[in-house]
């Protein structure tokens, strides 16, 4: 097939490569008006960018289509991380292998020495990160003085990574007249910054939501008790069994923690976060190539770059910080045709923020109840059906033992003997605190509920109480299980719960701990009785539990989750009242409290 404004070496490497039709990105970089100008591209992870500025800058590198003989670099790649520098050299040496181009790699972990060897003999196309580029530019092996075109992929996550002091050094000793292609898939403020100083007269194109976009990812989102997070990532493993899976983390050591807890539970998981040395990553990206390991555990930046070609699962475990930030991380599967799944497990309280980031991001996403156990069963299952039915080859040997074990067992116990086998090398599902499917009781006679004793919680329908997080909350605090609570009952200001007998003394002494820092505002005391005898003792004490208070205990004012903890102050219908531990009465001076029951510090001020 013959593309259009290709030169003809790289049509022929186009179609030997199985290339059909061009992305909608490729498409743009090699339009007239787009040719010969500086470039700022922004296009989703996995669009075929390479291919795409690799065609973008075949007229510098290209002489009447032949390869230019000079022996310094026509072509400059920056890219933010090792492996994405490797990957970036791979695309472009079967694009240009015809065109005879010799490209030199430069990156952290190599041999230093070896690669200005390479770049002594002349490259016509050079690709680095911002460091080792640096530093053979310093030691005077990299040559930019007829450099024709730089090209910064993924420009915003170099920035975000602190090289922007690399780069202004190595493209200050380009030429002016340079072209400068600035590829990335946001373009915040530092990246406009950068584009109005060392590119000019820029043609800006965006092919977000024009190219692959969304349609090879199915999002899935599924809510959980904070407590259940974990158990979530496990369930979610064991029924994707995804051929390779990467968990997103949002620090090192909760990549640490995450890597031994599934490593405990029998998952050939590896880790990658910048705590691991490159000799480190390169092993755990050759397990995962391999398939000696099938799941990755990773950071944001340290996931940056990696190409794992049958990886199929993306877990978000901790959220992004933005949509383009799930857009990234999303990215890595979905490639090349293949189908993707990404999933977001989402704490109960953070709901609302992930609705408005799918909406910030056009994501139609579908929300799921987490994988019980009985659902992983099921799946396993079909598994295990489809796995022993398949048509295998069998030696002689094989049948002879076969023929054995038929002597001494039925066939129905050798069928259940390899059944058991094939289970025991599979992690154990787990159980859900909450898993989203009990409905709570609207009666108080729940079986082994007859004798329950009451407690009530000082938060109600004026606070956002929900029994989604009231419930994990007393489980947390109570050191009881969701099998020991009973009916919950919500009123305007306070809760009542009921708690089986047999586990009062325990939850008695849970709750007098002290509380968690996300609910450390949340009293929990043994009530009166049951909530209509709870409220006659209030009225014949004088007590109110369901008046209109001005008390915000705390609670978040957008009514996305459970009481947060902080400063909110808590002013009595009198202007007084007292902290939570009874010891020192709140402020009473000052302008009235806001609406959203949080003090102003002074007149004009917005509250906090």
């Not at 404004?5 to 743009?28: F, K």
């Not at 490797?86 to 472009?92: D, F, G, H, M």
């Not at 990696?306 to 799930?326: F, M, Q, T």
């Amino acid at each position: 097939m013959t593309f259009k404004n290709i030169p003809p070496l790289l049509d022929e490497a186009l179609t030997a490569r199985g290339y059909t039709a061009l992305t909608p990105v490729q498409t743009a970089v090699i339009a007239e008006e787009a040719v010969g100008r500086d470039l700022v591209v922004s296009a989703q992870t996995g669009s075929g960018k390479t291919v795409a500025f690799g065609l973008a800058m075949a007229p510098q590198i290209l002489d009447g289509g032949l390869v230019s003989l000079a022996r310094e670099p026509a072509a400059l790649i920056i890219a933010p991380t090792r492996e994405l520098a490797l990957q970036v050299s791979r695309e472009l040496m079967w694009l240009y292998a015809k065109a005879g181009v010799r490209i030199a790699t430069c990156v952290g972990g190599m041999d230093a020495s070896k690669e200005r060897r390479t770049l002594n003999q002349g490259a016509q196309i050079v690709v680095g990160t911002p460091g080792r580029l640096r530093d053979h530019l310093e030691r005077g092996a990299l040559d930019l003085s007829v450099l024709k075109v730089a090209i910064l992929d993924e420009a915003d996550e170099m920035l975000d990574m602190g090289f922007r002091e690399e780069l202004e050094e190595i493209l200050n000793a380009t030429p002016e007249g340079r072209r400068t292609l600035l590829f990335s898939a946001t373009i915040p403020k530092p990246i406009v910054s950068l584009a109005k100083r060392y590119q000019h007269d820029a043609l800006r194109i965006s092919t977000v939501g024009e190219d692959r976009g969304h349609g090879d990812i199915s999002y899935q989102v599924c809510t959980v008790a904070p407590p259940d997070i974990e158990n979530a990532v496990v369930n979610l493993l064991r029924l994707h069994e995804a051929e390779t899976a990467i968990l997103f983390c949002a620090t090192r050591e909760n990549v640490r923690r995450l890597h031994a807890s599934l490593t405990e539970r029998g998952f050939n998981v590896v880790a990658l976060s910048g705590e691991h040395s490159q000799s480190e990553r390169n092993q755990a990206l050759q397990a995962l190539r391999d398939q000696r390991a099938r799941v990755c555990v990773a950071t944001d930046v340290a996931a940056r770059g990696i190409d794992l070609p049958n990886l199929s699962l993306v877990v978000h475990v901790e959220l992004p910080r933005d949509a383009e930030g799930l857009q990234h991380r999303s990215g890595r599967t979905g490639r090349a045709g293949r189908k993707g799944t990404a999933v977001l497990i989402v704490p109960y309280q953070r709901r609302k923020r992930v609705e408005s980031m799918l909406r910030g991001a056009k994501i139609e996403a579908d929300w799921i109840k987490v994988p019980t156990a009985a659902d992983i069963r099921a799946k396993d299952h079909d598994r295990l059906l489809e796995a022993l039915l398949a048509p295998v080859e069998v030696e002689d040997e094989d049948r002879a033992l076969g023929a054995k074990l038929l002597e001494t067992m039925s066939p129905e116990d050798i069928a259940a003997a390899l059944v058991r086998v094939h289970r025991s090398k599979m992690p154990q599902a787990e159980d859900m605190l909450d898993d989203g499917s009990r409905e709570r009781p609207r009666d108080d006679h729940r079986a082994g509920f007859d004798d329950s004793v009451w407690f009530k919680l000082n938060v109600g329908r004026r606070n956002n109480a929900d029994p989604k997080w009231i419930l994990p909350l007393l489980c947390r605090r109570g050191g009881v299980t969701k099998n020991d609570i009973g009916a919950i009952r919500i009123a305007a200001n306070e809760t009542h719960v009921g708690i089986a007998a047999a586990a009062v003394a325990k939850f008695t002494k849970g709750i007098a701990q002290a509380g968690h820092e996300e609910d450390n505002d949340v009293e929990i005391v043994q009530a009166n009785g049951p909530p209509r005898e709870a409220a006659r003792e209030n009225k014949r004490m004088g007590r109110d539990g369901d008046r209109p208070q001005r008390s915000q205990l705390g609670v978040n004012p957008r009514g996305d989750g459970p009481p947060r903890s902080g400063n909110f102050r808590s002013d009595g219908p009198r202007g007084g009242g007292s902290n939570r531990d009874g010891a020192r009465p709140f402020r009473k001076d000052g302008p009235p409290p806001s609406k959203h029951g949080v003090k102003h510090k002074a007149k004009g001020n917005r509250p906090r």
